[in-house]
C-alpha cells in the first residue's frame, strides 16, 4: 500500500530554515496525475496547505508563502523535499506530506482532499 513519511528536525531556530523530507513507497512520485503536497496545521488553526510538485514535477507555492518556501524531489530515492526560510515561531506547525491524484486548487485543505497523508511530524520555531 502506499505509505508517506516524513522527516526532519522537530526544532528550528528563528530565521533559519526548515527542511522536511517526504519518502513515499508503494507509490511513483512520477506516476502520471499524482500530485505531492506539503501541508501544514499551525495550532488553533486549519490544514493549510503550503505547495506541491506535479508528477511530472511542476511547482506550486502557495501566494502566502512562495516567497520563503521550495519544493523539490529526488526520483531516485522516491522523495520530495520542503524548504521553507526564515521560519519564525508562526511556523510552529503539524507538518505532513500527502498525495491527491490530480490538483487540487484550494490551499484550505481538507483531509478528504487526500487520499494518503503521512502521520505528521512536529516542527517549533523557538531559539
Known amino acids: 500500500q502506499v505509505q508517506l513519511q516524513e522527516s526532519g528536525p522537530g526544532l528550528v531556530k528563528p530565521s533559519q530554515t526548515l527542511s522536511l523530507t517526504c519518502t513515499v513507497s508503494?507509490?511513483?512520485?512520477?506516476?502520471?496525475?499524482?500530485?505531492w503536497s506539503w501541508i501544514r496545521q499551525s495550532p488553533g488553526k486549519g490544514l493549510e496547505r503550503i505547495g506541491y510538485?506535479?508528477?511530472?514535477?511542476?511547482?506550486y507555492y502557495n501566494p502566502s508563502l512562495q516567497s520563503r518556501a521550495s519544493i523539490s524531489r529526488d526520483t531516485s530515492k522516491n522523495q520530495f523535499t520542503l524548504q521553507l526560510n526564515s521560519v519564525t515561531p508562526e511556523d510552529t506547525a503539524i507538518y505532513y506530506c500527502?498525495?491527491?491524484?490530480?490538483?487540487?486548487?484550494?490551499?484550505?485543505?481538507?483531509?478528504?482532499?487526500?487520499?494518503?497523508w503521512g502521520q505528521g511530524t512536529q516542527v517549533t520555531v523557538s531559539s
Open positions: 500527502a498525495r491527491s491524484q490530480w490538483r487540487v486548487t484550494t490551499d484550505q485543505a481538507t483531509r478528504r482532499q487526500y487520499a494518503y
Open positions: 510538485i506535479s508528477y511530472s514535477g511542476n511547482t
Open positions: 508503494g507509490a511513483s512520485i512520477t506516476t502520471y496525475s499524482y500530485y
